[in-house]
């Protein structure tokens, strides 16, 4: 839990027709991170063209899918083997037909809707035209002198298809607008009626066919449009049983396509890591957990029999940039994980922050929001939106507990301090014990942080940095020093000698070091060390001095509440309960709000940043199905 | 923001190239060419110069264009920093045109996908989703559901009438630069003058060479090839656009421009010839802007333009080297280029 996982890396080799088997299989196995792999001895990637295929397959199976629809859950039979190469390409062609045949349909259906918009416009159209007071009859002539066309085109396009028009003595009249089309009659000679129809083809142009009976008897015209509905609703039922005789028709082959698609897929993902092989052969690397290197050994032996090659090999010290972090995490903490990842991934033998970092930000939450009234608020807001949220609720939950904690601790409910006595003390009474209390905090913390980096800096192979740097154990005397000294100074201790001359040589030993491991000239030199070791002292003093903070929000949850009491207590009954009741409102979401920004900032500045790289690589398994 | 613009811009402004430079280039042994390259401020050129690969090199040049674009719209906002994320948007509208050429051929996705130009953080489209449309009508359709809806919907309904992928191409690249153009519109009441001339050069250069394009290598009648024109009011507004569009060869067009551009493209012998001459004039305004006091917008895309006209002749170099063409040949087509960038 405060560190990853040991991993091994391993480098399997197997004849190139099984990659897509022992991709597979490692899918199965569940817990192989697949790794760039690039040795110069197999320099060809045989796994390119298989995975174009593949993404061929999936897009097709997938809008086919999502198209036909309907298709029951997916089950994976146990001994099922991955398709080949040759496989997918099958499978491409087939589905490339049933997409067409689908598409068609599909088409026929577009089509339909379409024309259901048309004859809705032209019902709307009807209206427009009946009142143009032309004879269209005589107006659509075919033979007559001027060439008309009434239809539709983008409306942001008339003025531009106007000028165009009239340079070939056409004109144009918009007499609707619906949506973006402008409905529009163009007359012109007929002579240049081609110039005319080129253009328009080029405008998007879409020309309304006016029925015969719309030239003449607007009854007669509804009378048709009437009919022509109903021809198209018959044309509907008629292509949504054609739609389902497909579906009918290619359900099973589609099932048979997703269950290909699936097995296909995890040689397709490493494919992007990197697969590579030569002639028969072919390579995949990446990582798996140190504990499960015989299960591994045994499911390939189970699968291949021998037709295989295993290479497995611990990382180095100076390859742990490489290695992926695995993490395993119970399942109350996993809430906080995401918190933690969005500063960073832990680095593989990097101490792990989650676990302390869910107790230390729920405990500073709770001591800067601490009420009863208000963390049962939070708690069953959480609960509520539990379904909602999933388990980032739980994070809300434990927060409202522990607000609720420090309500009986502090002994305010909502606001109120006089309904329950306080266990411990009210921070408003007591303020100066608040902030030495979190400044103590601070100091702990720091100290905390301190010994994590210098842990971490050891384990990461820089010995020196662990020893020796500000953020190691020499920072580390030099603030016990320093911090001895002031509570000396403060008259808290009576250790102020040796707590001076403890800060003095860890600052010394800082000064030193920084001195050795600047390569510069000697001007450079001092001015590098002398500016980063007082950096160091001045960084220390600021960073705890931050966590004043806690006491100060602290006070402030109590002061808050006080100007709401003010406020409520210059109104009558009903004012001053809903004066109450918003007021508290504003409190748990404002100030709730800030207080959760500020617990996370003091974790991530006061904190992380001391000892936590965060810029690992995070574990990533092949999986059978559902992965990216 | 505009003093630091006008600080990255003079900065940058030493990246261009002398006629010396490509005569350097052009003389220099293959082992120096990738340090000439990154010492002439190309380290994305430089970086890939082994491979050799004509499609990398166009990726190159663009990636070049898009880190230099990236730093200078980071102080930029409003109309300006929407102005300059546009004009990078023409490298898409590129991708948009070989998606649907690969689908009209029926290209295998893969080997589309390999085709395109690599946007970066500039990059809106989804071209895995894309490439794996089955046909034009079903990449048109997801088209219009993305960024470029505005430009695509217009290019569709066109094709779907005409089934022509010249109309295609024409509708798309007209609705890119109207779009270019009614962004430009706010930042030349701003930037005033400087920008406006930049935006006059580009846009009356691109109507005029595709008036004698359309109208006289695909024969099409003056009517269609005004449709198809960029809307202007610039030296050529759309009055004089009709009347040029109506005439029967392009010497009469050339005589009826404005005496400005008439002069520019005096005896030019050919369209090529008309483009290179106008580029050369955009090319000078554009040196006029750069160096001038104008605001900061104007001379970052003054800069731009020119960059890319460096950029243009490079490809050319590099180009004319890997087919070993002899350096008088090269000197001719690169000075004389006649394609543009995207």
């Known amino acids: ?628 | 923001m505009s003093a630091y613009l006008n600080t990255r811009v003079s900065l940058y402004s030493g990246r261009l190239w002398q006629m010396a430079d490509f005569e350097a280039v052009l003389k220099i042994p293959d082992a120096e060419m990738a340090d000439a390259l990154g010492s002439r401020g190309l380290p994305q050129l430089a970086a890939g110069f082994d491979h050799r690969d004509q499609r990398s090199l166009e990726q190159r040049i663009i990636a070049e264009v898009l880190d230099e674009t990236k730093v200078l719209i980071r102080p930029l906002t409003g109309a300006a920093r929407s102005f300059l994320i546009y004009w990078t948007e023409r490298f898409e509208v590129s991708n948009v045109k070989t998606l649907l050429r690969g689908k009209m051929t029926g290209e295998r996705p893969a080997a589309l996908i390999n085709r395109l130009t690599p946007m970066g953080a500039f990059g809106r489209l989804d071209v895995q989703d894309l490439a794996h449309a089955e046909d034009v009508s079903e990449l048109l359709r997801r088209l219009e559901a993305g960024p470029y809806a505005g430009i695509v919907r217009h290019a569709r309904r066109a094709f779907e009438e005409s089934h022509d992928p010249f109309i295609l191409d024409a509708a798309l690249d007209r609705g890119y630069y109207e779009g270019l153009a009614h962004r430009a519109q706010p930042l030349e009441n701003e930037a005033g003058a400087a920008f406006r001339r930049l935006m006059g050069t580009l846009i009356d250069r691109i109507n005029l060479v595709w008036m004698l394009r359309y109208r006289f290598n695909y024969n099409l009648p003056p009517a269609q090839v005004y449709f198809l024109l960029v809307a202007s009011h610039y030296s050529l507004p759309s009055q004089r656009l009709r009347e040029l569009a109506s005439l029967g060869s392009p010497e009469a067009i050339l005589d009826g421009l404005p005496e400005q551009l008439r002069s520019v493209l005096r005896d030019a012998p050919d369209i090529p010839g008309v483009f290179a001459r106008m580029e050369n004039a955009a090319s000078e305004t554009a040196t006029k802007v750069l160096h001038s006091g104008a605001p900061a917008i104007a001379r970052a895309f003054a800069y731009l333009i020119l960059r890319e006209r460096d950029l243009r002749s490079v490809r050319a170099i590099l180009r004319g080297r890997a087919l070993d063409l002899p350096a008088d040949d090269i000197r001719v087509a690169m000075y004389q280029t006649t394609e543009g960038i995207a």
């Not at chain 1, 015969?212 to 009378?223: G, M």
């Not at chain 1, 048709?224 to 082959?253: F, H, I, P, Q």
């Not at chain 1, 101490?351 to 939070?378: E, K, N, R, S």
């Not at chain 1, 994590?452 to 990461?460: F, I, L, P, S």
Request: aromatic share 8%.
């Open chain 1, 1 to 628: 839990m405060f560190r990853a996982e040991p991993l091994v890396r391993i480098r399997l080799l197997m004849l190139a027709s099984e990659a897509p088997d022992a991709a597979l299989e490692l899918a199965r196995f569940g817990i192989f991170s697949p790794a760039q792999y690039a040795p110069p001895a197999l320099s060809e990637s045989p796994a390119e063209p298989y995975r174009d295929a593949w993404l061929e397959a999936e897009s097709r199976t997938s809008k086919l899918v999502e198209r036909c629809g309907g298709l029951g859950e997916l089950t994976i039979p146990e001994g099922a083997a991955a398709p080949t190469l040759a496989d997918l390409n099958e499978l491409n062609d087939w589905l490339k037909g049933v997409w067409q045949a689908c598409l068609s349909a599909h088409e026929g259906e577009a089509r339909i809707q379409e024309e259901v918009r048309h004859l809705d416009a032209l019902e709307e159209t009807l209206g427009k035209l009946e009142r143009l007071n032309v004879d269209l009859a005589q107006l659509l002539r075919a033979d007559g002198l001027l060439a008309v066309n009434i239809g539709s085109l983008p409306s942001a396009s008339v003025k531009r298809v106007g000028e165009a028009l009239a340079m070939t003595g056409s004109l144009v009249s918009t007499f609707d607008h619906v949506g973006d089309q402008a409905y529009a009659v163009i007359a012109g000679p007929r002579e240049r009626h081609d110039e005319v129809r080129g253009l328009l083809s080029q405008a998007g142009w879409r020309e309304l066919p006016v029925p015969p009976e719309l030239r003449t008897h607007p009854k007669e015209a509804r009378a048709w449009l009437a009919d022509e509905r109903k021809r198209v609703e018959e044309l509907n039922v008629r292509e949504c049983a054609a739609m389902d005789t497909l579906r009918g028709k290619y359900r099973s082959g589609l099932e048979e396509a997703r269950l290909r698609v699936t097995l296909g897929r995890p040689l397709a993902e490493a494919a992007t890591a990197g697969v590579r092989g030569r002639g028969g052969l072919a390579g995949l690397s990446g990582w798996v957990p140190r504990r499960r290197v015989d299960e591994l050994k045994s499911s390939l032996e189970g699968r291949f029999h021998g037709r295989y090659w295993l290479d497995i090999e611990i990382p180095k010290r100076e390859e742990a940039g490489q290695v992926p972090s695995l993490v395993r995490y119970p399942v109350w903490l996993k809430p906080f994980v995401p918190l933690v990842k969005s500063y960073g991934v832990p680095r593989y033998g990097e101490f792990d922050p989650t676990l302390p970092f869910a107790f230390t930000y729920l405990l500073l939450f709770g001591a800067m929001f601490g009420d009863i009234g208000h963390g049962a608020v939070i708690l069953l807001l959480s609960l509520g939106l539990f379904k909602k949220m999933g388990k980032g609720a739980w994070i809300g939950v434990a927060a409202g507990t522990v607000s609720m904690l420090f309500g009986l601790l502090y002994g305010s409910i909502f606001g109120y301090e006089d309904i329950i006595h306080p266990l411990w003390m009210s921070p408003l009474h007591h303020p100066t014990q608040m902030l030495t209390l979190a400044v103590s905090f601070g100091v702990g913390f720091i100290v905390l942080t301190l010994l994590v980096n210098a842990r971490n800096k050891y384990t990461a192979g820089h010995v020196e940095e662990a020893l020796f740097d500000s953020t190691g154990l020499a920072g580390l005397l030099f603030y016990l020093g320093a911090v001895g000294g002031v509570v000396s100074m403060a008259g808290g201790a009576d250790l102020a000698t040796p707590s001076w001359m403890l800060a003095g040589i860890g600052i010394t030993i800082v000064a030193l070091y920084k001195w050795i491991e600047t390569h510069a000239s000697i001007g450079e030199r001092v001015l590098v060390t002398s500016i980063e070791t007082l950096e160091t002292g001045i960084n220390l003093f600021a960073n705890t001095l931050s966590f004043m903070r806690v006491a100060a929000f602290s006070l402030n949850h109590v002061a808050l509440a006080l100007a709401v009491f003010t406020l409520a207590n210059g109104m009558g009954t009903a004012g001053h309960w809903l004066t109450i009741v918003l007021g508290n409102v504003v409190i748990i979401v404002l100030e709730g709000g800030i207080v959760a920004i500020q617990a996370l900032r003091l974790m991530y500045y006061e904190g992380f940043s001391r000892f936590f790289s965060g810029d690992g690589t995070e574990f990533v398994p092949l999986k059978l199905a559902g992965v990216k």
